[in-house]
């Protein structure tokens, strides 16, 4: 009895947000809003943060983005996708400080990606940086 309380509760609970007006699954686009925060640990000799940076594309719009980051920082494109990425070199003064990152971003549908034999291959070769 107690396996069947817990459908019925999320089914309840699903039929009553839809009669209520609330969204389902978006259609078409949806907005999101995102934030990271990092917070540095103790720096005690050489170190490197990376970060991704959002960018708008032909499946998403960055409307806004505010970039707080309290240290000298460089902007660099990995080889592979030309995503954009962070890149800091915190020194032992910089320890403890925050770093924060936030986006407002529009996300259209998309399908997914088609796959060649040689994406598959390249996906499934050992990486040294994945256990």
């Known amino acids: 009895m107690q396996f069947l309380i817990v ?11 839809r009669a209520a007006g ?3 699954i ?14 540095l ?3 005690k000799g050489e170190a490197r943060v990376w970060i991704p ?19 000298k920082w460089e902007k660099v494109q ?12 915190p020194q032992p003064a910089d320890s403890g ?3 924060e990152l936030r986006y407002r971003v529009e996300r259209r549908e998309k399908a997914a990606y088609s796959a060649s034999g040689a994406d598959a291959a390249r ?3 050992p990486e040294k940086l994945v256990p």
């Open 53 to 71: 940076l959002a960018k708008t594309d032909s499946f998403q719009t960055v409307t806004e983005e505010e970039l707080n980051i309290p240290m």
């Open 97 to 99: 400080k925050t770093i």
């Open 7 to 17: 459908p019925v509760v999320f089914l309840a609970s699903a039929f009553a947000a």
């Open 78 to 89: 990995d080889r592979d996708y030309a995503n954009d990425i962070c890149v800091l070199h």
């Open 123 to 125: 996906y499934l070769r």
């Open 41 to 43: 640990p103790e720096i």
């Open 22 to 24: 609330e969204p389902g």
């Open 26 to 39: 978006i259609k078409g686009s949806d907005r999101f809003e995102f934030v990271y925060r990092v917070k």
